[in-house]
């Protein structure tokens, strides 16, 4: 059976490279993007020629049509803090709006994926994060309009799931990063990427010894395409998924400062809430997608991004380098 999948936030950094994967499908019908370009790019798309795509710009909480459809992929939403601290309501919008918008376009049986995050667990108190952590997230903070948005509509999913039926998939992504990443995303590979080949000074946020567990993009997409459609898999989630080498933002910055000569490390004041360690416990995803490992070690994946970001600069994309935030 031939299906109709639509993906929300289809021209953004991970999305585009999931409908990369979906468009190699052979029982994909037709692919609906519906994006509102507010932090995807359409030159994310613009390789694509395949008469079963389309592209619908609109906000995701707002996309009105009588079309069903067998899968739907809730992708959108900023994940850069700048970005969702700039416009908290619309984030809110984006992903409560949008799960709640999407779950009546979805056909009788069909499935719904979303993508949550690891910044559900907060600033967690134990490391690795196992998904049966609850996590240690203020509600009014800074980045509660990610953090609850995502944890909002997980729960969103689960009662569906529960109440009706409705056959859900939810991951919880771990600081992804790599190629088609905005160069003015805001986030720490990216920025130091831009800045290094831009002002040559990389701003590091309080003293960086706050970790992160950074997955490459395709590492990560891999994943992905198993446990939302490749894969027979009996679960609803959540699921961690990310590469569980852990490594603090100093020593990502340092490492990208020796790659380029002339660069140099400033160190900006810390960020509110900025939490100080991450790190998936990735037992489950081993068992749900067995002989999955995130294999691009951040050596390999900063080469690999560091050279598409070189591109862009070569082909004149818009590669200006953001500053030190102020929040
Ligand atoms: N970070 C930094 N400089 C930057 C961007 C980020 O020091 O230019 C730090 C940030 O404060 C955080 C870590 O890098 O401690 C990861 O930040 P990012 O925005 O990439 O992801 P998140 O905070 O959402 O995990």
């Known amino acids: 059976m031939t299906k109709s999948v639509l993906i929300s936030g289809g021209a953004g950094f991970i999305g585009s490279h999931l409908v990369d994967r979906l468009l190699r499908r ?8 519906v994006d509102n370009f507010w932090t995807g790019l359409r030159r994310n798309l613009s390789h694509i020629d395949d008469p079963r795509l389309r592209i619908v710009e609109c906000d995701v909480e707002r996309f009105r049509s009588d079309d ?7 992708m959108a939403s900023p994940a850069s803090p700048p970005w969702y601290m700039r416009e908290p309501v619309r984030t809110i919008k984006a992903n409560v709006g949008g799960a709640l ?12 994926s979303f993508a949550s995050t690891s910044e559900v667990y907060g600033d967690p108190l134990i490391s690795p994060q196992p998904e049966s952590y609850r996590g240690a997230v203020d509600c009014t903070g800074p980045r509660s309009s990610y953090d609850e948005s995502k944890r909002c509509t997980e729960s969103l999913l689960f009662e569906c799931h529960r109440t009706q039926g409705i056959d859900v998939r939810i991951v919880r992504l771990f600081n992804v990063y790599g190629p088609r990443t905005r160069p003015d995303d805001g986030r720490a590979v990216s920025n130091f990427l831009s800045q290094a080949l831009t002002t040559g000074r990389l701003t590091v946020y309080g003293d960086g010894t706050q ?3 950074w997955g490459y993009v395709d590492d990560i997409v891999d994943a992905l395409e198993r446990y939302f459609w490749l894969d027979p898999v009996d679960y609803c989630g959540p699921l961690n998924i990310g590469n569980d080498r852990e490594i603090a933002v100093i020593d990502i910055a340092r490492y990208i400062a020796q790659l380029i000569p002339g660069v140099e490390i400033d160190i900006c004041p810390p960020i509110p809430q900025d939490p100080t360690n991450r790190r998936p416990d ?15 070690g951040y050596e390999q994946g900063i080469a690999r991004t560091l050279d598409w970001f070189r591109a862009q600069v070569e082909h004149g994309a818009d590669t200006h380098a953001p500053g030190p935030v102020r929040l």
């Open 282 to 296: 990735l037992a489950l995803c081993r068992r749900i997608l067995p002989g999955w490992e995130a294999r691009i």
């Open 68 to 74: 069903r459809f067998d899968e739907i992929l809730h």
């Open 211 to 213: 970790s992160r567990s």
């Open 101 to 112: 918008n999407l779950l009546d376009k979805l056909a009788p049986g069909g499935r719904i």
């Open 26 to 33: 052979s029982d994909l019908d037709r692919l609906l993007v």
